[in-house]
């Protein structure tokens, strides 16, 4: 998402560089190669034209500053429009005073809207609430078993009509009833938030908005999402404005942000429907979901990474405790062991793939054609290895001798010499870290004064 259009801003902020100040012929240009990077990324002309307008205006007419060249300046006011356009302000989640806060989903099939279902309830969860799901999509074959199924996985309960009921028998097959029933429910055992997964078509219909808007007015929902799949582009915001006139919504969900889409709907969407995007979702893996943030999303288009996530992820995975004790093993000289080592290496696996930890890091963009082939087995062979040792050897790694080495390489399926560069990495990586632990710096580098 967002690659070409990353690398076509970067390119054009590129040839600013080294400019003293910036000439009318300047400004006019870089408007230019902005608004077809725009284009090219599939944003909504008035979309486009606005942005535009908008970073051309300031240009001219803000103060240079003192500490930003002409280039930063530039950079500085297309981060601001773009988080503006974005949205500006994270929208958080509206809950409700009262009784179980109901969210109710809308939008086409295959959008993503079961899945999300089931990533929502897993970061509610994670909120410390206790969500139910609903399963009133009951056009689509599967998608009340596949709601359970999803639910299961999170460990989330799944209100759905009886078996068997799904033909309309018993009030069973009545969208409208089984969500109705499902806050009756959701309020017997305490639920405190319910999440109603609605039906979609293939395409916008009059049915299917009036089934929405039928189970909207019986329930009153605290929000309704709609959740669109990035990938369709442009389509995204036609029928995004047309869920709009149809159901209306409060916020809207942008599924599949991983995949290769130019990332137009993103950048179009909250203009033209004038609808928060609320969360984002990236991932077939339940924790491939968050809240969307319209300013770190702008530094992430404008490869200026993405600590702020990166932090709260990290922050997350990582076992503090474990880290501290690592650390102080760290300060004591030959206190940090392999076991040690593949514990750390299994907290950073747990943020994800390397690619998609480096990429959230700061200038990266550049790299990215290293980062696409990093191979993510590279980890695999170094864990195998780890794990082929003995508890003793992992302890104590000096007692890794030849024939040691021989039988860890048949354990993990690896050469001699894949042991021996692990081993010697390690002891030098150690000797380095433990180094710094002291506060003595990098060796083999001068030490800082003081
Ligand atoms: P629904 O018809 O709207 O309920 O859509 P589903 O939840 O069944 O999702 C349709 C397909 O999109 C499924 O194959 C999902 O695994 C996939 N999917 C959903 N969300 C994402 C996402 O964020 N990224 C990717 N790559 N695939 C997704």
């Known amino acids: 998402m967002f690659a070409t259009l990353s690398d076509r801003l970067a390119d054009t902020f590129k040839n600013l560089r080294g400019k003293g100040r910036l000439s009318e012929a300047d400004i006019d240009a870089t408007a230019r190669e902005i608004r077809i990077a725009l284009l090219e990324a599939d944003v909504a002309l008035p979309v486009v034209k606005e942005f535009v307008g908008a970073v051309k205006e300031r240009a001219r007419s803000e103060e240079v500053s003192g500490a930003l060249n002409p280039a930063q300046q530039i950079i500085k006011i297309v981060h601001e429009e773009l988080v503006t356009i974005l949205g500006g302000e994270t929208r958080r989640l509206r809950y409700a005073k009262s ?129 669109v799949d990035a990938m369709i582009g442009q389509d995204a915001v036609t029928t995004a404005q047309a869920f709009l006139d149809g159901v209306g919504y409060d916020g809207v969900v942008l599924t599949k942000l991983d995949g290769d889409a130019r990332g137009g709907a993103a950048l179009s969407i909250r203009s033209i429907t004038g609808k928060p995007v609320m969360f984002a979702s990236s991932g077939e893996k339940m ?32 076992d503090s405790e474990q880290s501290l004790k690592a650390a102080e093993k760290l300060a004591t000289k030959g206190g940090f062991t392999l076991e040690d080592f593949l514990q750390q290496m299994m907290q950073i696996r747990k943020l994800g793939s390397m690619t998609k930890i480096m990429g959230m890091l700061p200038g990266m ?84 004064p003081g």
Request: net charge negative.
């Open 365 to 448: 963009g550049q790299f990215r054609d290293q980062l696409e082939n990093f191979d993510e087995r590279e980890i695999d062979r170094i864990q195998a290895i780890i794990q082929s040792m003995t508890p003793a050897e992992r302890a104590n790694p000096k007692i890794i001798d030849g024939s040691r080495r021989a039988r860890i390489a048949a354990g993990s399926g690896r050469q001699v010499s894949d042991v021996n560069q692990l081993v010697d990495r390690f002891f030098e990586a150690r000797k380095m870290m433990e180094s710094m632990a002291r506060g003595g710096g990098v060796p083999g580098m001068p030490g800082m």
């Open 99 to 227: 009784g179980p806060t109901v969210i109710m989903l809308a939008g086409l099939q295959g959008a993503g809207k079961t899945t999300l279902a089931a990533k929502l309830a897993l970061w509610l969860k994670d909120q410390d609430k206790t969500p139910m799901l609903v399963a009133a999509d009951l056009q689509r074959p599967n998608a009340v078993q596949q709601l359970q199924v999803n639910g299961e996985r999170v460990g989330v309960p799944v209100f759905a009509p009886e078996p068997g009921n799904a033909q309309g028998v018993e009030h069973g097959g009545d969208p409208v009833d089984v969500a109705r029933r499902s806050i009756e429910e959701a309020k017997r055992k305490l639920h405190d938030v319910v999440i109603i997964d609605t039906a979609g078509r293939l395409g916008v219909d009059a049915e299917l908005m009036k089934q929405a808007a039928d189970i909207r007015d019986a329930v009153q929902p605290d929000e309704v999402l709609f959740v």
């Open 287 to 318: 924790t491939d979901f968050d809240l969307f943030h319209p300013d770190r999303m702008a530094s992430r288009i404008l490869d200026m990474g993405d600590m702020l996530t990166l932090i709260e992820q990290a922050e997350k995975a990582f």
